[in-house]
């Protein structure tokens, strides 16, 4: 589709989401506007409230003055004559006009100390000898930059300008060793060992991968309820990666760069601005825009998109943020084929993202969302920076094609009293120019749906999970029914613990990976980053049960058993021109352990492992043999 379409399409769905804001009129209907530099009127109703009050109070008291029954002339006379005639009259005289000098005197002021150096910049005088504090926030707290626990000024503390100017600084350091003890690896005329014979040569694979992240946030917000009034975000990242893989071929096309990789990179990861726009009634209900290189997750589970890149944002709540909304738009970067950061090189895609969350949707702690997702991939020729060809996938009609897919999707995360619940469904539809594996233009028809049930005893959560994804019947057909993404994480049936969604298993003849790294989805395309999504694929069936334990207050494990298989092998019969292949993937068990040794984020030490028990449909792929892999994380926040 054109990029008039995309406009067009993208005018009308701004103009649906914000008349769909009369459907909730409670969120939107206030009397007066709201300026952010004047928030007084927030509290107007109450003030008027209180004088009205006062108002009332009074006029009661008149009344009750003009109630009281007069006394009669004579019997107040005959008193007063009783009191003259009295011998402590003319004392009672002097003590009441004291009295009322008393009251008529005015209490002079305390006296308060001229000395200079018991005076700050805000002049404020204190009493002799007495050294007063600038403001409240350092009343009672003392400061240490290197100190994560209390008082600083770099977590936003205190404010760093005026009263309400606030300034963060994070640092993240994630140290990552990966040991891929199986992968299936093609060994070509180029093989690492000169008397290989078979088809698949060495399998194993070692990476050490180390993340630095630097996030600094300059925001203006009063930080007890209200939402900020701007903010400014920039988080700079550096990238270390060293890989040694056991054939050549692997980590570069140019067989002659050998076994061993080692590569460095830095990007501005983040550089966003976010601006409140206006507040919508007295429970702060707003609209902002963020603009710039921001992170956003689409879903709850990351299904469909997550991704930090190029766009503009508007978000808020409505009806006391019990309604969210993000309309959103993506001009997506080029990333580095290594170390996966943003570089300032034109992706050639657009997306386009509106959605609304509801909250307690029908039953209390259940929250509800309905989304819209539009991908624009356009055509073009791309090589990664190891040689390989990343754009178009390099596989049947290797031509530059144009992926124009539309999502609409209903998803929903929360509890059913004790069953807790996260499920989700999403239809895509469009076209594809030129697709590869098909030879033809083709239309875009298919779905994927997913249900999480779990339930607690205590410390122990257990998990059942399902998802399926459509797979294509019949590749040659002109439709394209084989679900795809365009940016998932998932976080759904085990997620990246297990041995299908962490690895990038190959499939061996192509130039294309089976299932790429941390997707769920059989796609057969070259990269999930930078290739093209693929929507004539075989799709996937998994079926998952699975443990959380809270074993101490410092350690919590994860273990998964999943059974996997495919929707369809038509496409998969056409790619590799082999009739017959099983739909039995086989099963995945994985078991993860997190350790907090401090009880917080500050440092976390992940191990995980995981075996692929492969059936007979991988083993007519691929394999016969057990595939496993073993990960650490270190992280170090600051």
């Known amino acids: 589709m054109k990029k008039s379409s995309l406009r067009c399409q993208t005018v009308i769905w701004v103009a649906l989401i914000f008349l769909s804001f009369l459907f909730f009129p409670s969120g939107l209907v206030y009397s007066k506007p709201t300026s952010r530099t004047s928030s007084n009127y927030l509290y107007s109703q109450e003030s008027e409230i209180y004088e009205s009050a006062e ?25 007063m004559e009783e009191k003259i005639s009295s011998p402590n009259a003319k004392s009672s005289k002097i003590t009441k006009r004291k009295r009322r000098r008393r009251r008529r005197e005015k209490l002079e002021p305390v006296k308060h100390s001229e000395k200079k150096e018991y005076q700050d910049e805000t002049k404020i005088k204190t009493i002799e000898g007495v050294k007063p504090f600038e403001d409240r926030w350092r009343i009672l707290y003392k400061e240490n930059l290197i100190d994560p626990y209390n008082q600083n000024i770099l977590k936003g503390d205190r404010p760093v300008l005026g009263d309400d100017i606030f300034f963060t600084a994070r640092f993240d350091s994630i140290s990552r060793f990966e040991f891929f ?16 014979e078979e088809f698949f040569g060495g399998n194993r694979k070692n990476a050490y991968i180390q993340d630095f992240r630097f996030t600094f946030e300059l925001f203006k917000a009063n930080t007890s309820f209200r939402p900020r ?30 076994t061993v990789r080692t590569t460095d990179d830095y990007a501005l990861e983040e550089a966003s601005v976010e601006y409140h726009l206006l507040d919508l009634n007295r429970f702060y209900d707003f609209v902002s825009f963020k603009g710039g290189i921001q ?27 019990i309604y969210q909304f993000n309309i959103l738009y993506f001009e997506m970067l080029e990333k580095d084929t290594n170390s996966l950061l943003n570089t300032f090189n034109d992706r050639h895609q657009e997306v386009f993202i509106a959605n609304i969350y509801a909250q307690d949707f029908g039953i209390k702690g259940y929250t509800a969302q309905l ?62 120019s030129l697709n590869n594996i098909a030879g033809k233009e083709v239309d875009i ?88 999504a693929n929507f004539v694929n075989p799709g996937i069936n998994i079926f998952n049960i699975g443990m959380d334990l809270n074993l ?87």
């Open 295 to 321: 992170k956003f997750n689409s879903d709850f589970r990351g299904i469909i998109f997550e991704d930090t890149n190029l766009g503009g944002r508007l978000l808020g709540t409505l009806n006391n943020n």
């Open 55 to 79: 108002e009332i109070v009074a006029e009661r008291r008149k009344r009750r003055r003009r109630r009281a029954p007069k006394q009669n002339k004579i019997s107040e006379q005959k008193k």
């Open 371 to 432: 989304s819209f997702h539009y991908n624009n991939d356009g055509p073009s020729i791309e090589y990664d920076k190891n040689l390989f060809l990343a754009r178009p996938d390099a596989i049947g009609d290797a031509a530059e094609h144009e992926v124009d897919a539309k999502y609409i999707g209903f998803a929903g995360e929360g509890h059913w009293g004790k069953l807790n619940i996260s499920h989700f469904f999403y239809y895509a539809f469009g076209d594809d």
């Open 181 to 196: 003890g199986t992968v299936p690896t093609p060994a070509g005329v180029s093989a690492a060992d000169p008397i290989a």
């Open 229 to 258: 009034d701007w903010e400014i975000r920039l988080t700079p990242a550096i990238n270390l990666f060293h890989i040694n893989a056991a054939e050549n071929g692997i980590l570069s096309r140019d067989v002659r760069k050998g």
């Open 445 to 532: 028809s298919a779905f994927a749906v997913g249900l999480e049930f779990s339930i607690d005893d205590d410390w122990v959560r257990y998990r059942f999970g399902w998802l399926h994804g459509s797979g294509d019947d019949d590749p040659e057909d002109g439709n394209a029914e084989g679900f795809d993404a365009i940016l998932p994480n998932p976080n759904f049936v085990g997620g990246r613990n297990t041995y299908w969604i962490a690895q990038a298993i190959p499939l061996a003849g192509t130039g294309v990976q089976m299932v790429n790294q941390d997707s769920v989805f059989p796609s057969l395309r070259s990269s999930k980053v930078q290739g093209q």
């Open 552 to 638: 101490t207050p410092k350690i919590r494990s994860t273990l998964n058993l999943s059974k996997l298989s495919f929707s369809k092998t038509d496409a998969l019969e056409l790619v590799l021109n082999q009739a017959n292949i099983a739909k039995d993937i086989g099963f995945d068990l994985s078991l993860g352990t997190e350790w907090r040794p401090w009880l917080n984020n500050n440092v976390i030490v992940d191990v995980g492992t995981n075996v692929l028990f492969p059936g007979e449909g991988f083993k007519d792929i691929l394999t016969e043999g057990n595939l496993y892999s073993v990960t650490s994380r270190l992280i170090f926040t600051y």
